[in-house]
């Protein structure tokens, strides 16, 4: 029977419409549902909001009267300071704390706008704290003037007055009525969260009447499923003839993709290799450069641990002794975090900053630390012979040298023999050592009787990463910046060593001409001149707490008034609050922003502040264009540095050296 027949049947004609019917009926049956609950869900959401935001509004108005009450009460109890103590610092703080509760009350006024019943106790409140804001004033302008009698009697009568206890009475009616409000909007959130259950409950019996008619519907698709199912068929007939056609190009296609594949994996591991090989070539010369660091360091933290240990132990018996032992372990900071600047100096090249030493004095000034250096089974000997000729060198760069050169003869002598370290005055030639020039030269020496070395490792001991010690002892780059250092200060440098025998190394420095700038010069350029500025009101901008407190300290120690901010966003509220600033002191590097990006952020009537940034960078201040000409301050600094640094901001007298010297 053809479908034609099927169709003029009444009976077949009157199934298919039903089919098409009652999956339309279905459809527009649950959209008219959905849209009823999520109609009645958003009207049940939104009273359950409204009654919450109402509920909230009572508890803030609550809030605002019981913080308006402390407020006041701090604020009387900062006037009694005050009026006794006479401290002009307490009486502006009155002052703030007063003005601070005059923002609460209008807040609390802002915050009953729309509460009719509690316009009339607001403004009541706020005509009893004008009253008795002009009491209060009162008596502080008599503490001003020196009436400390008069305020004294005035403020006593100000306790027993009427305007207090007003003020006590209209905050209590203020909360009793948003209590009483608010057990009405609490009632009113309970009755709108069971609306909401109930529209939840409704939910899941709606998704459940959801759930049969997508049954029912998935039956109905079942039946016209088997009509089309012939159809299908003889597609997929159609399509399997296609697909066969696909995959013999596909096949062709894979055999040329296959050898380029190949081709390609080859040369990922080819470069995966050679990449390999450069990442272990680097760890080699990390591993290498780590380990003389530690290496450096620990000796620097040695003579700090051991100073320290020493100072305490004899800090009540021999305070003398252990005032030499805390300017031990001083010494022993300020050498690492030389050896710091040093190491960032370095890696950036910087140059030298050099200026007149004193040989001898300088190896008299090592003397301590050289020992502790070695240890005490190596025995050393100092020969002074320079007799006030002066050499023109980094002083900094040139303990160190003689250090590394101290290390490197306690390991060739396995930590036992006999170490010295001389000074010499020599006459030379041009070209008679090496490069140098004709004429007067400091020869300092220091020599070892270790294991000395062969001429194959002596001509090599002056290439960068040449070491003969394990790996973690040393860098191999001591001898190679030793020898650059000599060669920056126009000197030459001389190794004399045999098997066996031990060896000396022998530094030629020129003989400068210029005056002695002193040794003491550990707190860089800031330290020449004393500190001499009154006090002044600081904002000090840190991240680090424990930076902050003590840079609060310190700022203290030196008779400055700090004012701390944990924060670079804070700093403009602190300064509108404390309109006595007179300078800022900023981190360069914090979260969210740094020191400048501050400085620049702030509203223009700030920006006639002095500014001292505060920074333990390496690089060259002066050549920053965000630091905008202010003064710069290095870590670590001590309190000399910081007073000159804090002086030089505050007189404005900033200059590019001085950011360098503070170092």
């Known amino acids: 029977m053809a479908d034609g027949e099927f169709l003029d049947d009444p009976s077949e004609r009157l199934r298919a419409l039903v089919r ?27 009273d359950h909001q409204h009654a919450l935001a109402e509920q909230q509004r009572s508890f803030e108005i609550i809030a605002l009267a019981r913080g308006f009450e402390a407020r006041i009460a701090r604020s009387e109890v900062t006037l009694a300071r005050y009026v006794i103590s006479l401290d002009p610092d307490t009486g502006r703080l009155f002052q703030d704390q007063w003005r601070g509760a005059a923002s609460q ?101 709606l998704g459940l009447a959801m759930l049969v008619c997508i049954l029912f519907a998935a039956w109905f698709a079942n039946v016209a499923y088997g009509e089309r199912r012939k159809a299908r068929r ?29 081709l390609k994996q080859e040369s990922a591991e080819r470069e995966a290799a050679e990449d390999n ?36 132990r004899n ?83 040139m303990e160190n040298a003689i250090l590394n050169l101290c290390v490197n003869a306690r390991d060739a002598m396995e930590g036992r023999g006999k170490l010295t370290l001389s000074t010499d005055r020599a006459t030379l030639k041009a070209g008679e050592i090496g490069e140098c020039m004709a004429g007067d030269y400091v020869v300092l020496t220091v020599a070892d009787d270790g294991c000395g070395m062969t001429p194959e490792v002596l001509a090599r001991v002056f290439e960068p990463f040449f070491t003969t010690k394990p790996v973690g002892k040393g860098t191999g780059l001591g001898l190679s910046q030793i020898f650059g250092f000599v060669r920056q200060s126009e000197g030459e440098i001389r190794i004399e060593s045999e098997p066996g025998k031990g060896s000396s190394v022998h530094l030629y420095l020129p003989r400068s001409t210029q005056e002695l700038e002193g040794l ?59 309109d006595d600033i007179g300078l800022i002191m900023s981190d360069v590097l914090m979260p969210d922003m740094t020191g400048p990006e501050m400085i620049k952020g702030l509203p223009a009537h700030y920006r006639h502040l002095p500014v001292l940034f505060v920074t333990g960078y390496a690089g060259d201040a002066s050549e920053t264009a965000d630091f905008e000409g202010h003064a710069v301050l290095r870590k670590p600094y001590t309190l000399m540095t910081l007073g000159q640094a804090l002086a030089t901001a505050l007189n404005g007298s900033h200059h590019p050296g001085t950011a360098a010297a503070a170092e």
Request: charged content about 25%; some cysteine; glycine content about 6%.
């Open 520 to 578: 003491a010069m550990d707190d860089g350029a800031f330290a020449r001149t004393p500190v001499q500025h009154p006090p002044t009101r600081i904002l000090v901008v840190e991240d680090d707490p424990r930076v902050l407190n003590q840079t609060m300290a310190a700022l203290s120690e030196l008779g400055h008034l700090p004012v701390a901010c944990d924060h670079p966003s804070k700093a403009p509220r602190l300064l509108a609050n404390n």
């Open 277 to 312: 090989l450069r990442q272990m070539q680097k760890m080699d010369a990390v591993g290498q450069l780590t380990g003389g660091i530690a290496h450096d360091f620990n000796n620097m933290l040695a003579v700090v641990v051991g100073g320290l240990e020493l100072a305490k």
């Open 20 to 46: 098409r019917a009652v999956p339309l009926l279905l459809v527009a049956l649950l959209i008219g549902s959905l849209g009823a609950l999520l109609y009645t869900a958003s009207n049940a959401t939104r």
């Open 234 to 262: 003889q597609a997929e007939l159609e399509t399997e003839r296609a697909d066969r056609l696909e995959d013999a190009v596909r096949a062709r296609t894979a055999e040329l993709s296959d050898a380029y594949e190949q």
């Open 315 to 397: 800090l009540r018996l021999k305070p003398d002794e252990a005032g030499r032992h805390l300017d031990n372990a001083m010494e022993g900071a300020n050498r690492a975090a030389a050896l710091t600047r040093r190491l960032l100096a370095f890696a950036r090249s910087e140059p030298l900053l050099p200026s007149a030493v004193d040989p001898d004095s300088l190896l008299r000034g090592l003397a301590d630390l050289v020992d502790r250096t070695i240890g005490d089974q190596i025995i050393v000997d100092f020969t002074h012979e320079a007799r006030g000729w002066r050499i023109f060198v980094d002083q900094h760069q």
């Open 105 to 205: 009350l209008k807040a609390l006024h802002y915050a009953t706008r729309g509460s009719g019943w509690q316009r009339g106790n607001v403004e009541a409140l706020q005509y009893a704290f004008q009253q008795r804001g002009k009491t209060l004033n009162e008596i502080g302008l008599r503490t001003t003037y020196d009436q400390k009698m008069a305020a004294l009697a005035r403020f006593h009568q100000a306790g027993k007055s009427q305007d207090l206890r007003r003020i006590t009475a209209l905050l209590d009616l203020v909360i009793n009525a948003e209590n009483a409000r608010l057990r009405e909007r609490s009632l009113a959130v309970t009755l709108a969260g069971d609306r909401s259950e109930l529209v939840g409950k409704t939910s899941q019996l």
